[in-house]
């Protein structure tokens, strides 16, 4: 501690350094929106969705209402996605994130309070006491710096919230289409089990008169046991994706009895196909955008590092003794970390590394975009082109058989036994369309997580859809 007395005691010291502190540590404020509309806006970009952050009672109401219109009719995948956003309770609190970035930045903005100190001493005839004010100055001077890294910290911020919404989106859809190819997956194993429980009920009669022998009874009676088995597996398969649903969606009480459709959406009538899709995925994808950012705030933090790792605390104030017989004093004080000891290269050292580790991070983070995407286009390709064989060769085949069997039947040829062996068959094959179908679907939201949300293009093939009607098992 220094102390300096001047030639002419100037009272007005005090109030000005206190008003040009309070000036500059004033500056930083609050916005708005809390970031809010960057995610709004990506979450309209991307994949045509409203967002709410629920911040009051009024907000939640609000939401609640929205929701409540939402499940009034049978739930379509856009009506999923947009309850997940507007209700998914873990989305939310991410939505929170935005607040405490932002508090770190305004906070950045903003001055530390000023340090006081008062003494007074006294042998019974003399008092002397001492008053001082203290400012971090060496914050002063690095402020617009550590404004710049912490509106970096907001802006990755931002980007990583909205990929969490993004992925709440993609995930939602997953969901969706498993739990209602799990529902249309039941409906059909529910026509199994009625067809093998009327080919054992005959098989049992045709036994008890000596028509049928033990080992063809058998036969009949463990394919019924095997299909209630398997229609048991189905529903319970269901209830789980259907429970997953509702928890992404965060329904509670009367809301989970909401209606899903008795079938999946249909092939798209052409197949959509990209010339680069790993372009697209790195110009797009958040998680690289959010990487970059990091890397941008972590190398000017380095910067920030390297000017002061000399001088830790520096400090300036406004000094004031009065003594009981002299006349007072004025000056100022200062007071530093003197570097003997530590002369910050560690510190350096850590940035430094930090610095490259996020660099190799964020390279990683592309390299794996690449992989991902090339996995998900594959994926959906193979996943299409299986559906479509599926929906075009095997159930008209299938269809077809059966047709031919019930003539032969009708003209006595085959049994009883027999026809219901093939409608069975028939059934079977319209699940396993319904699989590769579901399979199809689900490559599609993940292909659209992949390439950062949505499908770029060309948009137009990928949303039509083809007039055909399902196959059925009737």
């Known amino acids: 501690m220094t102390y300096l007395p001047t030639p002419a005691p100037s009272r007005g010291r005090s109030l000005a350094i206190a008003l040009g502190a309070l000036f500059l540590g004033g500056c930083a404020t609050f916005s708005q929106d809390g970031g809010f509309g960057a995610v709004e806006s990506i979450a309209k970009q991307r994949i045509d969705k409203d967002l709410k952050w629920v911040r009051s009672d009024a907000d939640a109401d609000s939401v609640k209402e929205e929701v409540k219109k939402l499940l009034a009719a049978p739930l379509s995948v856009d009506s999923a996605v947009q309850i997940a956003l507007f209700n998914n309770k873990g989305l939310q609190a991410f ?51 550590a404004l710049k890294i912490e509106g970096r ?6 980007l990583r919230v909205a990929g969490e919404m993004l992925g709440t989106a993609a995930e939602t859809q997953r969901a969706y289409y498993m739990a209602v190819a799990a529902e249309q997956t039941v409906r059909y194993m529910e026509q199994v089990k009625m067809s093998a429980e009327a080919g054992a009920e005959l098989a049992r009669r045709m ?13 009949e009676q463990v394919f019924y046991a095997e299909a209630t088995a398997q229609l048991a597996k189905a529903k319970g398969n269901a209830g789980m994706q259907r429970e997953r649903l509702t928890r992404l969606m965060g329904l509670w009480g009367n809301d989970i009895g909401f209606k899903l459709p008795q079938r999946l959406p249909e092939l798209p009538a052409a197949k959509p196909e ?6 697209i995925a790195v110009a797009q994808r958040l998680d690289i955008q959010a990487a970059k ?10 910067g920030l590092t390297k000017t002061t790792r000399f001088i830790n605390v520096l400090e300036v104030g406004d000094l004031r ?45 592309a390299i794996n975009a690449r992989s991902e995407v090339r996995v998900g286009y594959s994926a959906y390709l193979i996943h299409y082109e299986l ?10 085949l299938r269809k077809r058989i059966s047709e031919e069997n019930l003539l032969r039947y009708n003209g006595m040829l085959i ?50 859809r083809n007039s055909r009607r399902q196959p059925s098992g009737d």
């Open 95 to 145: 939505y929170a994130d935005l607040g405490i970035t932002e508090a770190n930045l305004v906070q950045a903005g903003r001055l530390r309070n000023p340090g006081l100190s008062y003494s007074r001493a006294s042998d019974g005839s003399d008092a002397k006491s001492e008053r001082s004010i203290t400012f971090d100055f060496l914050q002063i001077l690095t402020m617009p710096m």
């Open 153 to 158: 910290r907001f802006e990755q911020a931002k």
């Open 207 to 219: 036994a008890r008169a000596g028509n049928w022998s033990k080992l063809d009874q058998a036969r």
């Open 274 to 279: 990209w010339n680069d899709v790993e372009s």
């Open 293 to 302: 950012r990091e890397t941008e705030a972590l190398a000017e933090s380095l």
């Open 321 to 365: 003794t009065t003594a009981t017989a002299e006349p007072s004093k004025e000056g100022y004080s200062i007071s530093l970390e003197v570097p003997i000891f530590d002369w910050g290269t560690a510190r350096v050292a850590k940035a430094d590394a930090i610095y490259m580790q996020a660099v190799s991070r964020l390279a990683e983070t």
């Open 387 to 396: 559906a479509k064989h599926y929906r075009d060769e095997v159930v008209p």
């Open 415 to 464: 049994s009883v036994f027999e026809l219901l062996a093939d409608a069975r068959e028939q059934i079977a094959g319209v699940n396993a369309y319904i699989e590769a179908l579901k399979e199809f679907w689900v490559a599609d939201a993940d292909l659209k997580m992949a390439l950062g949300g949505s499908h770029s293009a060309p948009a137009s093939a990928g949303q039509e």
